[in-house]
């Protein structure tokens, strides 16, 4: 596990969160906002949305940590994701209190690089799951 961050002490998806970096291509991801996310004001608590991607099947197509580590390794930040954080749903991990945290990246001006919410956090319309475009939910 030391590929993952020190304070985990699980990792919900972590059969499925690795990838090939020479096959991962950014033109495959697309961005996918839940109903209630869409709208200046609206807003999701983390755990439903993620429970709701769960249910869906849709958790095993989101991108996870892998996906996001190579994102920051290859300091891309493509323009439809200017303001937004790219939640990275498959990543999700438990932290050493009991916690669920799940990875987010964000880019701008200054770089990419990789922070994590908590799930009892609101994610609004400038967090938005990224997903492989093959698997977007309609």
């Not at 304070?7 to 109903?35: C, G, S, V």
């Amino acid at each position: 596990m030391s590929y993952y961050p020190s304070w985990a002490t699980k990792i919900l998806h972590m059969e499925e969160d690795r990838i090939n970096p020479a096959q991962f291509q950014l033109e495959n991801i697309e961005l996918y906002l839940h109903p209630k996310q869409q709208g200046r004001t609206n807003v999701i608590r983390g755990q439903e949305l993620y429970e709701h991607l769960t249910a869906m099947g849709t958790i095993h197509k989101a991108l996870g940590f892998s996906a996001g580590s190579e994102i920051v390794k290859r300091r891309v930040w493509l323009a439809p994701w200017a303001g937004k954080g790219i939640v990275l749903w498959k990543g999700v991990m438990q932290y050493f209190n009991g916690g669920l945290r799940v990875p987010v990246v964000v880019g701008g001006k200054n770089g990419v690089c990789l922070t994590w919410y908590w799930l009892d956090s609101d994610f609004g319309i400038d967090a938005p799951a990224g997903l492989y475009r093959e698997y977007i939910v309609k």
